[in-house]
């Protein structure tokens, strides 16, 4: 009696049912919410990372006092959180000098806070998945934008926003004016805004869009001047990296000393954190696919048997 499938078939499709099966359990993979907050439709191309200068003078302290915010008048490298209701857009701070003890007249100031993480670590997110790169990127994995949200690494002064803001796009001008004390809103000015790196995982890289390491020379890169500039990193590994977790650690520096000019203070510390997935060796793939077939012969020749 003839199979009903041939097995020429089986031996193809198996290593893909294979490979499908396993995807899910060897790789975390943030999956998007559909009944989620935020706008309808795909990303808008303002949705990714910015440079604040931090507006508030003062923190709400215990008993309706203030305190002074160790974060004042410093670079602040921020999220944009965009929601379908576009009055609940807001920006986080990520990495920002906070405090975590002490008296009023004697805070303990970190140089950090507890929300120093991309993905944010309340979102339950996995780190950001790097995926096979092309052209200078060949025989990579690479961070890329994709729908999930912290995949723009775009980074804009917010002072950006206000030219789409202008058009009348109602979502950008909510995220500018997102708090009340336009907390975010205050230029940079002169200011040569710089990435420092900190601390990376060995076998991760951070490149501009030309595959050129930013840091093969240095531990700080120019980023953009003023208040008007874009720029994208792209975060890579070989493609022969073990699967795992990387990350990256950063912060903000102006570095425009030119003519006796006083920087603008520099930000806390914050990190990337990406995850390179394991990928099943083919051989393994193949033979689980032929030991499937095997079964699956083996159970028809039963079955002719039996009738």
Not at 46 to 64: A, K, T
Not at 213 to 220: C, E, H, K, Q
Request: no cysteine.
């Amino acid at each position: 009696m003839r199979l009903p499938i041939p097995i020429v078939g089986l031996i193809l499709a198996a290593p893909l049912t294979v490979l499908t099966s396993l995807a899910p359990v060897q790789i975390a993979v943030a999956q998007v919410d559909e009944n989620a907050p935020g706008p309808s439709g795909p990303k808008p191309e303002f949705e990714h990372f910015y440079v604040g200068r931090d507006g508030r003078q003062f923190s709400p302290g215990p008993g309706g006092t203030s305190i002074a915010n160790p974060n004042y008048d410093r670079l602040t490298f921020l999220f944009s959180h965009l929601f379908e209701e576009s009055t609940n857009n807001h920006f986080h701070s990520i990495g920002a000098y906070s405090i975590t003890g002490g008296t009023p007249d004697n805070p303990i100031i970190s140089p950090t806070s507890t929300n120093n993480r991309i993905p944010e670590l309340y979102t339950q997110q996995p780190p950001i998945t790097l995926v096979p790169g092309t052209g200078v990127f060949d025989n990579k994995y690479i961070s890329v934008n994709t729908e999930n949200e912290y995949t723009n690494l775009t980074i804009r002064p917010v002072n950006t926003l206000v030219d789409i803001a202008a058009q009348g796009d109602i979502q950008a001008q909510n995220l500018y004016n997102a708090t009340s004390s336009q907390r975010w809103q205050g230029l940079l000015g002169d200011a040569e805004i710089a990435l420092q790196l900190v601390s990376i995982t060995p076998g991760l890289g951070v490149a501009n869009s030309e595959g050129v390491d930013l840091f093969a020379s240095s531990d700080t890169y120019t980023i953009g001047r003023g208040d008007n500039f874009s720029f994208t990193p792209t975060f890579y590994t070989a493609s022969s990296a073990p699967a795992g977790n990387y990350s990256a650690q950063f912060r903000l520096w102006d570095v425009n000393t030119a003519n006796g000019r006083t920087p603008i203070a520099q930000s806390g510390t914050f990190n990337f954190d990406f995850q390179v997935a394991q990928v099943p060796e083919p051989s393994t793939v193949l033979s689980i696919g032929v030991l499937g077939v095997l079964a699956f012969i083996g159970k028809n020749r039963f079955k002719v048997k039996a009738n």
